[in-house]
C-alpha cells in the first residue's frame, strides 16, 4: 500500500486558515489523494479528492504539489466544528482503502 | 445524516453471546464495508461486499461473520468474542467497490463492548 505521514496533532485559531500537510513520497501515477475528516463520535466524513490539479469544493481546497509527493488540505476559515482527526488517503482504485492515524485537528476559540 | 444507517448504536455483550450489527444504506450504493476502529488504532477493513458478493475478506477471525442480503443491507455476526473485540465498528457504502474518485460513505458507528 502506498503511504503518507501526516502529523499526529495541529492547533488552529478559530476563523482563521489550516493547512494540514500530507507527505507521499511513494504515490504512484494512478493514485488518488483522498481526504476524510471524522468528528467526535461519529464516522468519517468525505471531504476532497485529487489527482494532479488542485481542487476546491464547498468544505475545503485541496493543493498538490507539482511532483504529487505531498499535498495540503487547506480549510479557509477555521471554526469549532472543524474540530476533528483528518486522514489523508491515497486511493489507485485497486487497493484497499488505508487510513493512518490522520491529523487531530484542535481550534482554539 | 450521510444515508447509512447502524444498528444498534451501543451494545454490551458476554463472551458466549450472539448478537448482530446491521447497516442500511439509502443511497442505491452498490459496494458496502465494515471497518473496525480500535482505540488509539487506525480503522482497519474488515469486509467488503461488492453487489453482494463478498470480494475481501482482511484476515478476520470466524467469530465474526458478515452477511448481505442485498445492496442495501450489511450484517455483522458477532459470536464468542473477546475482550479485545471492543471497537467501534462502522459501516460504509460506495457507489462502486473503490472505483478511484469513489467517495466512502461512512454510518455512525456501532460500539461494541465485551466483556
Known amino acids: 500500500d502506498a503511504k503518507t505521514t501526516q502529523p499526529n496533532s495541529m492547533e488552529s485559531n478559530e476563523e482563521e486558515p489550516v493547512h494540514l500537510p500530507c507527505n507521499h513520497s511513494?504515490?504512484?501515477?494512478?493514485?488518488?489523494i483522498h481526504w476524510y475528516r471524522q468528528l467526535p463520535s461519529q464516522g468519517p466524513e468525505y471531504v476532497i479528492h485529487?489527482?494532479?490539479s488542485n481542487v476546491n469544493n464547498r468544505m475545503a481546497s485541496l493543493a498538490i504539489a507539482e511532483d504529487r509527493k505531498s499535498s495540503t488540505l487547506i480549510l479557509h476559515r477555521a471554526t469549532l466544528r472543524d474540530a476533528a482527526v483528518y486522514y489523508c488517503?491515497?486511493?489507485?482504485?485497486?487497493?484497499?482503502?488505508?487510513f493512518g492515524t490522520g491529523t487531530r485537528l484542535t481550534i482554539i476559540p | 445524516e450521510t444515508g447509512v444507517t447502524q444498528t444498534p448504536r451501543h451494545l454490551v455483550m458476554g463472551m458466549t453471546n450472539k448478537k448482530s450489527l446491521k447497516c442500511e444504506q439509502h443511497?442505491?450504493?452498490?459496494?458496502m464495508y465494515w471497518y473496525k476502529q480500535s482505540a488509539k488504532k487506525p480503522l482497519e477493513l474488515m469486509f467488503v461486499?461488492?453487489?453482494?458478493?463478498?470480494?475481501e475478506n482482511n484476515s478476520v477471525p470466524s467469530r465474526f461473520s458478515p452477511e448481505c442480503p442485498n445492496s442495501s443491507h450489511l450484517f455483522l455476526h458477532l459470536h464468542t468474542l473477546q475482550p479485545e473485540d471492543s471497537a467501534l465498528y462502522l459501516c460504509?457504502?460506495?457507489?462502486?467497490?473503490?472505483?478511484?474518485?469513489?467517495?466512502?460513505?461512512f454510518g455512525e458507528g456501532s460500539r461494541l463492548t465485551v466483556l
Open positions: 460504509a457504502s460506495s457507489q462502486e467497490w473503490l472505483q478511484n474518485t469513489g467517495e466512502l460513505f
Open positions: 511513494t504515490i504512484s501515477g494512478t493514485d488518488y
Open positions: 485529487g489527482l494532479t
Open positions: 488517503i491515497l486511493n489507485d482504485g485497486n487497493e484497499k482503502l488505508t
Open positions: 443511497l442505491g450504493h452498490n459496494a
Open positions: 461486499y461488492n453487489f453482494k458478493e463478498q470480494t
